[in-house]
């Protein structure tokens, strides 16, 4: 995505994630770009794609979901248990 310090390889990496999705008519929105910066700036800080979902699903319920940059600390992901179900 031209302008968002963003490889072509890392956004195949969020494209395919799902994390980087067009419209309706096939084509990325221009406040797309925003949202691809923050993305690429969390890849490029090493964060795991599992981590930059955990932050895009969970941000919203925080006390401040536009604080920037996140505290990676805080949105590790959750391991799924292994425990029986009753």
């Not at 890392?10 to 929105?29: K, S, T």
């Not at 993305?39 to 941000?59: Q, V």
């Not at 979901?65 to 391991?79: D, F, K, N």
């Amino acid at each position: 995505m031209q302008g968002a310090d963003l490889t072509a390889g890392q956004f195949l990496i969020l494209e395919d994630a799902g994390l980087l999705r067009p419209d309706h008519v096939d084509q990325y929105r221009f406040k797309l770009l925003a949202w691809a910066r923050k993305l690429a700036y969390l890849l490029n800080e090493g964060w795991t794609i599992a981590e930059i979902r955990a932050w895009a699903n969970g941000r919203w319920h925080t006390a401040n979901p536009r604080a920037w940059p996140p505290q990676r600390s805080q949105w590790q992901p959750q391991e799924v248990a292994d425990t029986p179900r009753a």
